[in-house]
T-cell receptor, first 115, second 117 residues
Framework: NAGVMQNPRHLVRRRGQEARLRCSPM?????VYWYRQLPEEGLKFMVY????????ESGMPKERFSAEFPKEGPSILRIQQVVRGDSAAYFC?????????????FGSGTQLSVL | AQTVTQSQPEMSVQEAETVTLSCTYD???????LFWYKQPPSRQMILVIR??????QNATENRFSVNFQKAAKSFSLKISDSQLGDTAMYFC??????????????FGKGTKLSVKP
């Protein structure tokens, strides 16, 4: 009964490169959420996706960031032309339904370092 | 906009003792949800306890309990009989109870708790 799987655990990119972060939700979960954690900060909501749909992207930066959750395969958070300020831990969480107050199951995050 | 404030960046407690972590929040909503999450060195976020604002009774989960003061907008976490495995960052979080806010948790900056043997 695997939990939320994120890979890679660590990702190093040079400025201007692209970063792709993957998230496989728990089995049976169809809702995925991405969060970003800057050093010494709490997590900040970025985007909420269901299969093939973006439900809430109110926390996503307007440029360079995109997310998808295709019918098959993991959810992908894509950051184009990375800058040093993108260095952070990126967390994915999943839930099985839209019942509010539902427990979110978090992955262990991807630590992105931009050189 | 909602905000969550944790005023204690770091705390320490002796093993087997009790410690209370503070959290205050600001909202104009009458109904909402509050959470405490634990983040050990492994980095994974683990839900410790949650509280629904319309419930008067304070939530309890084994050694973890909350003191929810709605009028004061305060939501503190009490850890009894502290164990070495409780050493972690603890984050307080808020969520509005509408479908448009599904999964949109607002986190505080965290309190680093060290349990000493």
């Amino acid at each position: 009964n695997a939990g939320v799987m994120q890979n890679p655990r660590h990702l190093v990119r040079r400025r201007g490169q692209e970063a792709r972060l993957r998230c496989s939700p728990m089995k049976g979960h169809s809702h995925v959420y991405w969060y970003r954690q800057l050093p010494e900060e709490g997590l900040k909501f970025m985007v909420y996706l269901q299969k093939e749909n973006i439900i809430d992207e109110s926390g996503m930066p307007k440029e360079r960031f995109s997310a998808e959750f295709p019918k098959e395969g993991p959810s992908i958070l894509r950051i184009q032309q990375v800058v040093r300020g993108d260095s952070a831990a990126y967390f994915c969480a999943s839930s099985p339904s839209t019942v509010l107050n539902e427990k979110l199951f978090f992955g262990s995050g991807t630590q992105l370092s931009v050189l | 906009a909602q905000t969550v404030t944790q005023s204690q960046p770091e705390m320490s407690v002796q093993e087997a003792e009790t410690v209370t972590l503070s959290c205050t929040y600001d909202t104009s909503e009458n109904n909402y949800y509050l959470f405490w999450y634990k983040q050990p060195p492994s980095r994974q976020m683990i839900l410790v306890i949650r509280q629904e604002a319309y419930k008067q009774q304070n939530a309890t989960e084994n050694r973890f309990s909350v003191n929810f003061q709605k009028a004061a907008k305060s939501f503190s976490l009490k850890i009894s009989d502290s164990q070495l495995g409780d050493t972690a960052m603890y984050f307080c979080a808020f969520m509005k109870p509408d479908r448009g806010s599904q999964g949109n948790l607002i986190f505080g900056k965290g309190t680093k708790l060290s349990v000493k043997p």
